[in-house]
């Protein structure tokens, strides 16, 4: 590849990122053709890393306390497309190319509750049994 | 207007969201047309509550420890389209109409710097000077 060795592109990167208290950044996935927001999920330094080096989207699980490579599981990866940062440095936008469905509700989109006049309502049908998604 | 009494429609969307530690929910802002996105920032239950009953996006400020309506001081409002609740019901998504830049810098939208392989490459041109924003 033409351009910085990745491990010097990384290290733009982490210096550009402030980390919270955590260590964590939140890191927004939108696809990039569609402009779909997809979710939001959180990076520390060695997802971000993980993401850059790969090309496939790692986050850090909250719950799980360990690297989460989106879709070893459920076959359901994120290509990165275009790696972007806030102005303040605290928040990622990653434009992805999702494969299949982001939510594992076996949505394409995690955003699928709408509060509107009428009440909540749901906007997007579930494309995928989850049951499949993981092997239940 | 039709439909639920804003009271218990703030009452629905307060019960499926999943305020952190300390009171506050991430909220992605996304201008509805276009789909870009646009900035993410933070809404404590006030926030919240004020952005679904007054139409406008207001925001908690971290830094100013204070409710933060978005545009109050530079005009740069969020008219608010749709207000949608991910799975989890810990992120926020925003579709606005977003008056005028989003950025304090100046810029539409906060995610303006791209990691490349050529290096942090600036997308996004500064459309109006920050100190006429803010009367600097």
Same mark, same amino acid.
């Given at each position: 590849m033409k351009g910085k060795p990745m491990t010097a592109l990384e290290d733009d990167a982490i210096a550009l990122v402030k980390f919270d208290a955590n260590g964590l950044v939140p890191a927004i996935a939108q696809q990039h053709d569609t402009g779909e927001v997809l979710m939001m999920a959180w990076m520390n330094e060695d997802a971000l890393r993980m993401t850059l080096a790969r090309g496939e989207v790692v986050y850090?699980?909250?719950?799980?306390?360990?690297?989460?490579?989106?879709?070893? *599981?459920?076959?359901? $990866?994120?290509?990165?497309?275009?790696? #972007?940062?806030?102005?303040?440095?605290? &928040?990622?936008?990653? !434009? %992805?190319?999702?494969?299949?469905?982001?939510?594992? *509700?076996?949505?394409? $989109?995690?955003?699928?509750?709408?509060? #509107?006049?009428?009440?909540?309502?749901? &906007?997007?049908?579930? !494309? %995928?049994?989850?049951?499949?998604?993981?092997?239940?």
């Open positions: 850090w699980s909250r719950s799980r306390r360990g690297l989460w490579h989106k879709g070893e *599981t459920s076959g359901q $990866t994120q290509k990165l497309v275009d790696f #972007r940062i806030d102005c303040d440095g605290d &928040t990622l936008l990653l !434009l %992805v190319d999702q494969i299949g469905v982001a939510c594992n *509700t076996g949505r394409r $989109t995690c955003f699928f509750r709408a509060v #509107r006049p009428e009440g909540v309502t749901e &906007t997007e049908p579930v !494309l %995928v049994d989850p049951g499949q998604l993981y092997g239940g």
